[in-house]
């Protein structure tokens, strides 16, 4: 299995509602990332999981919250988001020292806030 | 902290070379450079990576200049599913912080 699995891939939600997005990889990565994406622009990084432990928050409102129950496994809850939080929200693993094919990316889920 | 620069589009006739140019002239000594890219809003898809020597694989190659300022990826017989944005990303950090540095991308339009 060489995939990164990301559901839904679709998501509307209102404003006062609580989700979440998840990702699931069974490559033996121990590295996780989640990356926000708006249209016609770079991924964003978000958060970085190594062994399971948070090491990177780039100063993500805390409205967006993951977690990483265990290493095959990293989800995104959201909770009060905005209409600017529409995106696409990628997920993404590695090896810690990742090599030799980097990075395997999820194909998003596609976040619409209404 | 835009560590790469890229040209926003190019083009390439089909079944011709099409090389992507990128400049990463802060480049750190350890810092490697990656190749990405992305098809219509899917996820981003590996393409190559290097620290100091050329690479080649099944998909592309690699050519870093010997000061490491500037590198080119080279698609060598170009086809319409190539179509894409293609990133030029230096990879930053060290340990648990490491981190990719993502330019804005080149969207390569392939032509018949």
């Known amino acids: 299995d060489t995939e990164v699995t990301q559901t839904p891939k679709h998501l509307v939600m209102g404003m006062t509602n609580k989700k979440s997005l998840k990702c699931e990889q069974h490559?033996?990565?121990?590295?996780m990332y989640w990356y926000k994406q708006k249209a016609k622009k770079p991924p964003e990084l978000m958060f970085v999981y190594s062994y399971e432990k948070l090491s990177i928050n780039e100063s993500v409102p805390s409205r967006f919250s993951p977690e990483c129950p265990n290493s095959s496994l990293l989800n995104l809850h959201l909770h009060a988001l905005q209409p600017e939080d529409s995106a696409l929200y990628l997920c993404?693993?590695?090896?810690?020292?990742?090599?030799?094919?980097?990075?395997?990316f999820g194909s998003g889920t596609r976040l619409t806030v209404v | 902290d835009a560590k790469t620069t890229q040209p926003p589009s190019m083009d390439c006739a089909e079944g011709r070379a099409a090389n992507l140019p990128c400049n990463h002239s802060t480049i750190s000594g350890n810092e490697y450079v990656y190749w990405y890219r992305q098809i219509h809003s899917q996820g981003p898809q590996y393409i190559i990576h290097g620290l100091k020597n050329n690479e080649t694989n099944e998909m592309a190659s690699l050519i870093i200049t010997e000061d490491r300022k500037s590198s080119t990826l080279i698609l060598p017989h170009a086809t319409l599913r190539d179509t894409a944005v293609y990133y030029c990303?230096?990879?930053?950090?060290?340990?648990?912080?490491?981190?990719?540095?993502w330019g804005l991308g080149t969207s390569l339009a392939v032509n018949p």
């Open positions: 490559m033996g990565h121990r590295a």
């Open positions: 993404a693993s590695s090896q810690v020292v990742p090599r030799p094919y980097g990075y395997t």
């Open positions: 990303i230096v990879r930053v950090g060290a340990g648990n912080n490491r981190k990719l540095i």
